[in-house]
Nanobody, 119 residues
């Protein structure tokens, strides 16, 4: 079993910055990719940013140039640095992990951390 623990988020003003972190722990697993998705009530969960085990990153167009995803391999942790926040960045941010556990591909989700951007 693999667990994801998220931290960061909160209430910030437009233009400010926030950093999210997510740490994976549990039984033996290997990471394919980790990332962040975001969701607002009544809408589908959408990609914010992901990073593969090889370091390849992918960003939603709406966050390119403002958000940076990075990882600490030794700590099984992924970070999302969010700069120049906009009102429309308000959402629950959920950590995602694609991993191999006992030879099987598995996907895990964190509980989510709320980011609220005010004017």
């Amino acid at each position: 079993q693999v667990q994801l623990v998220e931290s960061g988020g909160g209430l910030v003003q437009a233009g400010e910055s926030v950093r999210l972190s997510c740490t994976a722990s549990g039984s033996s697993f290997s990471i394919n990719s980790m990332g962040w998705y975001r969701q607002v009530p009544g809408k589908q969960r959408v990609l914010a940013a992901t990073i593969t085990s090889g370091g390849k990153t992918k960003y939603a167009d709406s966050v390119k140039g403002r958000f940076t995803i990075s990882r600490d391999i030794a700590k099984n942790t992924v970070y999302l640095q969010m700069n120049s926040l906009k009102l429309e960045d308000t959402a629950a941010y959920l950590c995602n992990l694609d991993a191999i556990v006992d030879g099987w591909a598995q996907e895990y989700w964190g509980q989510g951390t709320q980011v609220t951007v005010s004017s």
